[in-house]
Nanobody, 119 residues
């Protein structure tokens, strides 16, 4: 059973940066497709970015392109989300997710980490 644990959230001023981490255990992490999502209060969960196991496929949502960077360290079973130039509208609970395939649903989710950006 794959387990994902996010960390690194917190309170930051607009224009600041945060780096989220997602540690994976219980699966063949290096072959898995990993992604970050977020959900703001009263809104649907939003896809942000994904990275393939081999790191050769990376996608970003337009809302974060140029500000957020996804990366992974397969030796540490960890995926990261570097967030720069944060805006108040980035305030949300951030989740990492994993799947074995490069398409389809993400069956594995972390518990989420809160990011709050003050204006």
């Amino acid at each position: 059973q794959v387990q994902l644990v996010e960390s690194g959230g917190g309170l930051v001023q607009a224009g600041g940066s945060l780096r989220l981490s997602c540690a994976a255990s219980g699966g063949t992490f290096s072959y898995g497709d990993m992604a970050w999502f977020r959900q703001a209060p009263g809104k649907e969960r939003q896809f942000l970015t994904r990275i393939s196991g081999s790191k050769n496929i990376i996608y970003y949502a337009d809302s974060v392109k140029g500000r957020f960077t996804i990366s992974r360290d397969n030796a540490k079973n960890t995926v990261y989300l570097q967030m720069n130039n944060l805006k108040p509208e980035d305030t949300a609970v951030y989740y990492c997710a994993a799947r074995a395939a490069i398409s389809g649903e993400y069956p594995y989710w972390g518990q989420g980490t809160q990011v709050t950006v003050s204006s």
